[in-house]
């Protein structure tokens, strides 16, 4: 197995200077969703879908299509699905000269089968690659995170090379967002509450940020773990409650902001469009709730679309899909 990043030189000319630098996963998506009710150990008529995913490759292309200059530091395969996926984020706008491809290698892949309402039933992830983005190979990138305006890092980046991240980034003052990913994950992020700008964990991985969280699927969780986030340490965080919409916090402030009601056509991505839309309201000045809504915006557009990215995302939909 031998590592290259997607272009040679990229170690020596640092993109994405002043921009935002999004690290972790990409993967080959597949979605089906039935026509007919789902009977167990039997398959069922449905429609299948293959397209671009991954929570940090979905970031950056929304952010992209929003036109904040931003570069991808991600791990590949060196195979047809893995060129596919630079080639789709770098024709989008992201910059993906940083990326790691794996010789030797398959990309990952993420499997989500919904119901016929096109609510997820479930879901498998291969994200094993995501963990060749090593200490070592992130340190060879200081030079670039250190130019960043923000740095945004989902929680399939190994938890050591979180803690490196999470240390170029404090000595720089350079702002840091996370997206804790899954259940299983969040746990990575526990520890380093204190450096993180930005948190945007559902409500199932709130609770395993703040162990003592009452459970009670309503607007006052949502509200409650965005405060008990921000006594922990970090910035601003964002708790989404699906159907409940978004509570959000900061030292300043905090409230919530109603989930935008929407055809669901496919889930897979609308928190990432939404975690993306905020990050671009935080870092173009817009205030803290104005930018909650435009997540909102986004997560309800991307919903309605069968694909993880929408394809013309753009500061003009959002608004539209608020009025």
């Given at each position: 197995?031998?590592?290259?990043?997607a272009?040679?030189?990229?170690?020596?000319?640092?993109?994405?200077?002043g921009?935002?630098?999004?690290?972790?996963?990409?993967?080959?998506?597949?979605?089906?969703?039935?026509?007919?009710?789902?009977?167990?150990?039997?398959?069922?008529?449905g429609?299948?879908?293959?397209?671009?995913?991954?929570?940090?490759?979905?970031?950056?292309?929304?952010?992209?299509?929003?036109?904040?200059?931003?570069?991808?530091?991600?791990?590949?395969?060196?195979?047809?699905?893995?060129?596919?996926?630079?080639?789709?984020?770098?024709?989008?706008?992201?910059?993906?000269?940083?990326?790691?491809?794996?010789?030797?290698?398959?990309?990952?892949?993420?499997?989500?089968?919904?119901?016929?309402?096109?609510?997820?039933?479930?879901?498998?992830?291969?994200?094993?690659?995501?963990?060749?983005?090593?200490?070592?190979?992130?340190?060879?990138?200081?030079?670039?995170?250190?130019?960043?305006?923000?740095?945004?890092?989902?929680?399939?980046?190994?938890?050591?090379?979180?803690?490196?991240?999470?240390a170029?980034?404090?000595?720089?003052?350079?702002?840091?967002?996370?997206?804790?990913?899954?259940?299983?994950?969040?746990?990575?992020?526990?520890?380093?509450?204190?450096?993180?700008?930005?948190?945007?964990?559902?409500?199932?991985?709130?609770?395993?940020?703040?162990?003592?969280?009452?459970?009670?699927?309503?607007?006052?969780?949502?509200?409650?773990?965005?405060?008990?986030?921000?006594?922990?340490?970090?910035?601003?965080?964002?708790?989404?409650?699906?159907?409940?919409?978004?509570?959000?916090?900061?030292?300043?402030?905090?409230?919530?902001?109603?989930?935008?009601?929407?055809?669901?056509?496919?889930?897979?991505?609308?928190?990432?469009?939404?975690?993306?839309?905020?990050?671009?309201?935080?870092l173009?000045?817009?205030?803290?709730?104005?930018s909650?809504?435009l997540?909102?915006?986004?997560?309800?557009?991307?919903?309605?679309?069968?694909?993880?990215?929408?394809?013309?995302?753009?500061?003009?939909?959002?608004?539209?899909?608020?009025?």
């Open positions: 197995m031998s590592l290259h990043p272009d040679s030189d990229a170690s020596e000319a640092p993109s994405g200077a921009g935002v630098v999004v690290i972790g996963s990409s993967v080959m998506d597949v979605i089906g969703r039935p026509l007919t009710a789902l009977v167990p150990r039997s398959s069922a008529p429609e299948l879908r293959m397209s671009p995913g991954g929570v940090a490759r979905n970031v950056a292309e929304n952010l992209a299509r929003l036109g904040v200059e931003v570069t991808l530091i991600t791990a590949v395969g060196d195979d047809p699905p893995g060129r596919q996926l630079l080639d789709q984020a770098e024709a989008a706008g992201v910059d993906v000269r940083h990326a790691l491809t794996v010789t030797g290698k398959r990309t990952g892949m993420y499997l989500g089968v919904l119901d016929p309402q096109g609510g997820l039933h479930l879901a498998l992830d291969d994200m094993g690659l995501v963990r060749s983005l090593s200490r070592d190979y992130l340190r060879s990138k200081t030079r670039l995170l250190e130019q960043a305006k923000a740095i945004f890092l989902d929680a399939n980046v190994p938890p050591d090379s979180i803690e490196l991240l999470l170029i980034a404090r000595r720089a003052g350079i702002p840091v967002a996370a997206d804790p990913t899954s259940v299983s994950l969040a746990a990575s992020l526990r520890p380093h509450l204190k450096d993180l700008w930005l948190i945007t964990p559902n409500a199932a991985e709130a609770e395993v940020l703040c162990p003592h969280l009452v459970p009670h699927a309503d607007r006052d969780q949502a509200l409650d773990a965005a405060r008990r986030l921000v006594a922990a340490g970090v910035d601003i965080a964002l708790v989404t409650m699906a159907e409940f919409g978004i509570g959000y916090a900061s030292a300043e402030t905090s409230g919530h902001v109603p989930a935008v009601m929407t055809e669901v056509i496919d889930p897979t991505g609308a928190g990432d469009a939404q975690t993306a839309a905020v990050l671009f309201g935080l173009s000045g817009i205030p803290l709730d104005e909650v809504r997540g909102a915006s986004a997560a309800a557009l991307t919903l309605r679309t069968n694909g993880s990215v929408v394809p013309d995302l753009s500061l003009e939909r959002l608004y539209d899909e608020l009025r």
